[in-house]
């Protein structure tokens, strides 16, 4: 990547005899002036002719949470949940049970998370 620059922030060093642990961040910064933060962890030993070598090493980019969600995306979810709604109703009535089951396994794949967590689901009003 060509860095050009690297700072390097310890959050907490420990020493213990001849070994240390530190973790905290390295700060890079490429030719094109581009920074790069990583996360890492380093433990070094004190050699017997008293160099420090490392003996473990970990980086990783830190930790980026998604986008909050807004009120209109919410909205627009719950819009969008009862137009689907509307839609299979109205899929029964015209095609009948099979192409309305098709639909609403359509729109339960791509509007709940089954796939990513599971999921609360009551149903009301399934039936009469």
Not at 81 to 86: C, D, K
Request: aromatic letters at 8%; proline letters at 4%.
């Amino acid at each position: 990547k060509g860095w050009r620059k690297c700072e390097i922030v310890n959050a907490a060093v420990l020493i213990n005899g001849n070994t240390a642990t530190t973790t905290g961040n390295v700060i890079l910064t490429d030719k094109n002036g581009n920074v790069t933060k990583v996360d890492k962890t380093w433990t070094f030993l004190k050699d017997e002719k008293g160099n420090l070598r490392i003996m473990a090493h970990h980086s990783s980019l830190p930790y980026a949470p998604p986008a909050a969600i807004t009120n209109e995306e919410v909205l627009a979810a719950q819009q969008g949940w009862g137009t689907a709604l509307v839609k299979i109703a109205t899929i029964f009535d015209q095609k009948g049970f099979d192409a309305a089951k098709a639909e609403a396994e359509a729109v339960i794949d791509g509007a709940y998370g089954y796939g990513i967590a599971p999921v609360l689901f009551k149903p009301t009003l399934t039936t009469g």
